[in-house]
């Protein structure tokens, strides 16, 4: 490839590098010290690529008021296992998707699009849940504007739906309550507004401003209302895009078909993706050769918060890589090998792992009031409560920690998502992590701390919020 580029006979290079002292061959890869040593004895000139070049190609002018249209609102559901989730986006699919189609074929790609009675459009992700959500936000890729929240009328508030909401108001999304299997005769909607409360989550029938609605994805009862609150909150919301620019959007799922080569569900975030377009995404490029939008139709184009599966792709993006329409194939096959190469120089420096003093650094230099995210496990609830407490006592004006989540329990690999994507520690009080946890931490780089004594947790958290704040003078 250097030889290449040179325009140098590959044996001379090989040569080159021998004389200095390195047996290479002909495909090794040499790292970016030497290959600018050999560049220099050939007489040529480096440029090296850096972050700042990649993001230059990439980067789009920021869109001018009168170019932004409304857009659609894409809309994740998230809830406690068994509430509904999957049920309520099967009875909201099968409901207006394929209303007046024959056979009522759809496709799952990963999101599709309804339009309500009174004629929006809305956009929802097929893998409800909070797993997906965060290791998309993690890396890089917020594509959610409301969360819809399913709670359970004969179940009520549950674990994950505390994690459901600390999720989302991490991620400053907005939530509509959706109070499902309201046709069961145990159901008790008004028990799970009460234990909301509870949760800082005060829905319209209890005067707060979350729009909460009662629903059974089994009768359908209730879903035109859902899919009106929905609509209610994204007007609030202003969306809005630029159809009439080069696309930018982040993979939804991606998978290596048998038949049709790479493909990757894409959310359409700005500007308009078209046939024949060439992109790069996260580590891999390619050239529109198809899209598919998720009634199983070749569409020519698609808009802001369309999802459409794209075909044509040199190799298989992960859910979250963000894609960008280059200009040339040259710029998207450079900036996929620079990303590509940075990845493993990253993971060969594995073991960088966030420290809570690193986290205050990185506090410092973002705002002027630093925010020391955490999240919090302990093995009772009063542990975890008092936890709690004296981390929201720590700080002044100047630093502040935030507990992004607390609960009872090993620490899960879902502790781990949610903390990799707000920078934040795992605390584990007088609870371990368990093994997938374990792998998933070492491999995010996610500090996971243990602790037995109140104490001492508020005494090191201290200490690096006072470090902090004496630097700061
Ligand atoms: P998820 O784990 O949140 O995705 O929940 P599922 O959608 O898999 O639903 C769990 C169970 O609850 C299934 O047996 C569903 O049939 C049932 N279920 C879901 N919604 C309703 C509802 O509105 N009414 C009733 N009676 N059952 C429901």
């Known amino acids: 490839e250097l030889a290449n580029r040179m325009s140098e006979k ?7 590098l021998m004389t200095n002292g390195i047996m290479a061959t002909q495909n090794q890869t040499i790292d970016a010290d030497t290959a600018e040593l050999i560049i220099d004895e050939f007489g040529h000139n480096v440029v090296r690529v850096s972050d700042a070049d990649v993001e230059d190609v990439i980067k789009v002018e920021e869109d001018k008021p009168q170019d932004l249209k409304p857009r659609p609102p894409v809309i994740t559901i998230m809830g406690h296992v068994d509430h509904g989730k999957t049920s309520l986006l099967d009875a909201i699919r099968s409901a207006k998707v394929t209303e007046g189609e024959a056979g009522g074929i759809t496709q ?3 999101a599709y699009q309804v339009a309500t ?3 929006a459009v809305l956009t929802f992700l097929d893998t409800p849940g ?4 965060t290791s998309m936000r993690s890396r890089g890729a917020q594509v959610t504007d409301i969360v819809v929240l399913v709670v359970a009328a004969d179940d009520a508030v549950m674990p994950q739906t505390v994690e459901a909401i600390n999720h989302a108001k991490a991620a400053g999304v907005p939530m509509i309550v959706a109070i499902n299997k309201i046709d069961k005769p145990a159901a008790n909607p008004d028990k799970v507004r009460t234990d909301l409360l509870q949760h800082e989550v005060i829905v319209e029938k209890m005067s707060g401003d979350v729009q909460d609605v009662e629903v059974s994805a089994v009768s359908g009862q209730g879903l035109d209302n859902l899919l009106e609150a929905i609509a209610l909150q994204a007007e609030i919301l202003e969306l ?3 159809p009439d620019r080069a696309a930018q959007g982040a993979v939804i799922e991606a998978q290596l078909d048998v038949g049709r080569g790479p493909v990757a569900t894409v959310l359409v975030e700005n500007g308009t993706l078209k046939q024949g377009n060439i992109f790069v995404v996260g580590e891999q490029w390619g ?3 198809a899209l598919i939008n998720s009634k199983g139709e070749r569409v020519k184009e698609a808009g802001p918060s369309v999802p459409v599966e794209v075909l044509g792709l040199n190799g298989t993006p992960e859910a979250g890589d963000v894609l960008n329409v280059t200009e040339t194939e040259a ?3 450079e900036i996929a090998e620079y990303r590509a190469n940075a990845a493993k120089e990253k993971r060969a420096a594995a073991g960088a792992a966030v420290t809570l003093d690193q986290l205050m650094a990185n506090a410092k230099a973002s705002e002027s009031v630093s925010e020391l995210p955490i999240v919090v496990k302990a093995d009772v609830q009063g542990s975890a409560e008092a936890i709690v407490q004296a981390m929201e006592k720590i700080g002044n004006d100047e630093v502040r920690v935030r507990v992004l989540h607390s609960g009872v329990g090993a620490i899960t690999e879902s502790d781990i998502g949610l903390a990799e994507a707000s920078g934040a520690p795992v605390i584990g009080f007088n ?7 374990r792998a998933s931490a070492n491999q995010k780089g996610v500090e996971i701390r243990y602790y037995s004594i109140i104490y001492d947790l508020v005494d090191d958290v201290k200490a690096a919020a006072s470090g902090l704040l004496s630097a700061e003078v």
């Open 10 to 16: 590959v044996s001379d290079v090989v040569k080159a």
């Open 108 to 110: 799952h790609i990963g």
């Open 117 to 119: 009675e009174g004629g």
């Open 130 to 133: 909070h797993a997906a959500f």
């Open 240 to 242: 809005k895009a630029n």
């Open 287 to 289: 050239k529109v050769r």
């Open 331 to 333: 710029q998207a096959r």
């Open 431 to 437: 609870v371990r992590a368990n093994a997938s946890a």
